[in-house]
């Protein structure tokens, strides 16, 4: 079964930057999109970023464009996740899906699994 596990969340100072990362077993990591999505609390699920199988192709939600910025390494199974320049309304639980159908996604019912979620909170 497929097992994505995120780490790499923390309280931080606004300005400060975070590195989260997400690591999948029990499938070919290469063959899936992969994700961040955030939801704060009394708010909506946000999507924040996705990559492509190959990495070529990325996309980033308006909240943090410029700011974040996301990568993956397939040797390692792994997508990350730096966010710079963080803001107080960067705090939510960050969340990372792998998607195995599509290119790249910016819909959260279009991915397959997800991760438990890792806290951020940044403060002013």
């Known amino acids: 079964q497929v097992q994505l596990v995120e780490s790499g969340g923390g309280s931080v100072q606004a300005g400060a930057s975070l590195r989260l990362s997400c690591v999948m077993s029990?499938?070919?990591?290469?063959?899936?999109?992969m994700g961040w999505f955030r939801r704060a609390p009394g708010k909506d699920r946000e999507f924040v970023a996705t990559i492509s199988r190959s990495g070529g192709i990325t996309y980033y939600g308006d909240s943090v464009k410029d700011r974040f910025t996301i990568s993956r390494d397939n040797a390692q199974s792994t997508v990350y996740l730096q966010m710079n320049n963080l803001k107080p309304e960067d705090t939510a639980v960050y969340y990372c899906?792998?998607?195995?159908?599509?290119?790249?996604?910016?819909?959260?019912?279009?991915?397959?699994?997800w991760g438990q979620g890792t806290q951020v909170t940044v403060s002013s």
């Open positions: 029990g499938r070919t990591f290469s063959s899936y999109v």
């Open positions: 899906g792998a998607d195995l159908s599509h290119s790249t996604s910016q819909t959260y019912e279009t991915y397959d699994y």
